[in-house]
């Protein structure tokens, strides 16, 4: 028995895409993307500016040099928020939105985050406890 011409075309596709989902750098691909952990080992943290937009609503920005990418100084702005719900004796804080910047060599991050005695409600929340001690184990300061 022959096969069809249609369907040895499909068969060749179907075969072709799944040589090709092997393709690609380690950034499409997250199983294999390299984990980081810890601060940079050149990085200078030079502080945390917090400004209360309301009452459960704070504003972080944040400095520093030595970043690797803007990741490193994201974290930093997480931790700050992380610090900041629990000297406020909240349990929990939850990303808003971040902005970063780079100009010669000098990190900002202006962050917002809620904070909350209670796990607030959406994905982007953080245990602000659980937090601070991730952060101060990885060497990124909170205050």
């Known amino acids: 028995m022959t096969a069809s ?3 040895l075309a499909i068969t060749a596709l179907a075969l072709g895409g799944l040589a090709l989902a092997g393709c690609g750098d380690a950034a499409e691909q997250p199983d294999r993307a390299e984990t980081r ?3 940079p080992e050149d990085a200078v943290y030079h502080g945390v500016r ?3 937009l309301e009452e459960d609503m704070v504003n972080f920005l944040v400095t520093m040099e030595g970043a690797r990418d803007a990741d490193d100084v994201i974290a930093y702005a997480r931790c700050a928020a992380a610090q900041y719900a629990v000297i406020r004796e909240y349990g929990f804080a939850r990303h ?3 902005n970063v ?4 060599g000098i990190w900002q ?3 917002v985050y809620t904070v909350s005695p209670a796990l607030p409600r959406g994905f982007r929340t953080i245990d ?3 937090t ?3 952060c101060t184990e990885q060497g990124i300061p909170t205050v």
């Open 109 to 111: 991050a202006d962050a």
């Open 96 to 98: 808003v939105r971040t």
């Open 101 to 104: 910047a780079e100009q010669g």
């Open 5 to 7: 011409p249609l369907f």
């Open 37 to 39: 952990l810890g601060a």
């Open 132 to 134: 601070v001690a991730d």
């Open 128 to 130: 602000a406890e659980v």
């Open 50 to 52: 917090t400004r209360l």
